[in-house]
Structures are given as structure tokens and as C-alpha cells.
């Protein structure tokens, strides 16, 4: 708006007094012009002119260097001789694209076992990762499932509350807390849930997952997540 307005002015004003003065000259004739009182409103403020205003024939001319320091711009030259006046914005007005910056992500929190954490909506606290190759269907059970020859279970156990509904069902998951795990440099993203334990809006339960790996392998770290808006929660280093 401002910007606008100083380019109408500019255009209306070329040839007209810089400061104050009761006389306009524009060679070879010289005018009679009216000193008048007018109240400069710039943006919803009033504005104090220290030059009275100028009427000649019905128009009214404004001193251009007020005028111009009240929309935050300035006269950068005035040339004489080809009657040009030239008025400079601050790069604050200039108009930019707005562009929709999207807020930095919150560092993943540092892990420790045993430790509870909460951030925002989610509490989390890692109780243990066991390795075995064997896993009971049920508590001291003797069936269930044998890791193929070569490879063992790693099974990570945490207790995890979220006081959040999910979109597209009615709880959430153990899997959907986990993201990634660091395995002998590799990033592994399966896992499975073999109990099935499923969270209601601000239930704590302690939930398990498994991942299968190599035997002489063991899992450097891991990365949890929040299921909620689908951030990283944090990790943990072994």
C-alpha cells in the first residue's frame, strides 16, 4: 500500500517544491498557489507536516521529502534540468514471495534403559534388549518360535504411554513406536510384534518387539519414534 502510494505521489508531484514556499516557479511563468491546512493520515496515524501544503487550480501539492520519510522512503536524487524527482523504498517494502517455512523438527532425545522420558504427548521409558533364539508362545511354554540356524532374536522391551487417538483405528500398536535400529552399520527398519499388546489414548503398557538378526551380530543402537505427528522421539546407543 505504501509503495503504491509513493509511486502516485511521485507521479503527481514532478515539478513541485521540495521544502516550503508560498510561490511555485515553473519557468518561464510564475504562479500564485494557496498555503492550506490539510491533516496527513498515513496508515490509520496522522502524520504533522512542518510545510504547509500548496492549492493551485484545485490541486493540491505535498512537500516530497515529508511525504516520503512518512512512508519509511526517501528523495534519492532531483534533477533540475530534466524535472525528474527519484524516490527510493527501504527493502522492507519490497514486496516478497512468502514462502511457507515449515518449523525445524525437535532433536532426538538421548535414551537411557530404565529411564522414563516424556516429550509432548508421549512417555517412553526402554526396560531391556535380550538376544536369544528361542521365543515361548506363552510364559514358560515350550513351544514357539526357533531362530533359523545362523540367526537369533533380539527382543526389545519398553513401556510406552501416548495420550493421543490414532486416525485410522482404535489403539495403537507396539511397532508403531519403533522406527529404526543400527545393526552391524546397516539401518533395519523390520520388526514384528509377536503379543499383540495394543494402547488406548493415555494407557501405559510395557510392549515388546522383535528383530531378527545375524547371531554374531547385536544392535549399536535404537531410534524410536512418535506415532502421533509421525516425529523422531529419540534414540538410544548400547
Known sequence: MKKSFVKTVATLIVGMMIGSATVVAAAPDTVQAVLSKFKIIVDGEQQTLKSDPLVYKGTTYLPVREIA?????????????????????????????????????????KLKLNETVTRNDMTLTIKGVNYTDFIPYASEATSGM???????????????????????????????????????????????????????????????????????????????????DNSIFGSITL
Open 69 to 109: 520519510s512518512m512512508l519509511d522512503a526517501e528523495v534519492s536524487s532531483v534533477d533540475n534540468k530534466s524535472k525528474k524527482i527519484e524516490l527510493k523504498t527501504n527493502k522492507s517494502q519490497t514486496p516478497t514471495t512468502q514462502k511457507n517455512v515449515q518449523p525445524e523438527p525437535p532433536k532426538p532425545l
Open 146 to 228: 526357533i531362530a533359523e540356524k545362523g540367526n537369533k532374536f533380539a527382543l526389545i522391551q519398553f513401556e510406552a504411554t501416548l495420550k493421543a487417538d490414532p486416525k485410522d483405528r482404535s489403539s495403537w500398536g507396539a511397532l508403531d513406536f519403533f522406527d529404526h535400529a543400527m545393526i552391524g552399520g546397516k539401518k533395519i527398519s523390520a520388526a514384528s510384534s509377536y503379543d499383540h499388546i495394543n494402547l488406548l489414548n493415555g494407557e501405559t503398557k510395557t510392549v515388546q518387539i522383535l528383530i531378527t538378526l545375524p547371531e554374531n551380530t547385536s544392535i549399536t543402537s535404537i531410534t524410536f519414534r512418535n506415532p502421533s
